[in-house]
Nanobody, 115 residues
Framework: QVQLVESGGGLVQAGGSLRLSCAAS????????MGWYRQAPGKERELVATITRGGRTDYADSVKGRFTISGDIAKNAVYLQMNNLKPEDTAVYYC?????????WGQGTQVTVSS
């Protein structure tokens, strides 16, 4: 299993920005994709953004133009820059990594956006 440690969550007013970080360690296999997911109270976990080892990115429609995923998967690090945050972005944000053999999840970091 891969150990994933997230940081950077917090409380911010609507329109503000936050930057999440995720560091991976302990993987026995090559990580091919890393990404961010979120889960709001009473809702299912949903994809926010992913980045492949080759640098290809993908975003949920709800965050396109506001969030940017970046990182160096070869160095097991990924970031999520979140701008123009909205109250509906409030959720626990989870980092995820995928190898060809298994997926791993971080513990999550709370992001709260006040109106």
């Amino acid at each position: 299993q891969v150990q994933l440690v997230e940081s950077g969550g917090g409380l911010v007013q609507a329109g503000g920005s936050l930057r999440l970080s995720c560091a991976a360690s302990g993987s026995r296999f090559v990580i091919i994709v890393m990404g961010w997911y979120r889960q709001a109270p009473g809702k299912e976990r949903e994809l926010v953004a992913t980045i492949t080892r080759g640098g290809r990115t993908d975003y949920a429609d709800s965050v396109k133009g506001r969030f940017t995923i970046s990182g160096d998967i070869a160095k097991n690090a990924v970031y999520l820059q979140m701008n123009n945050l909205k109250p509906e972005d409030t959720a626990v944000y989870y980092c995820k990594s995928d190898t060809y053999s298994y997926a791993s999840w971080g513990q999550g970091t709370q992001v709260t956006v006040s109106s």
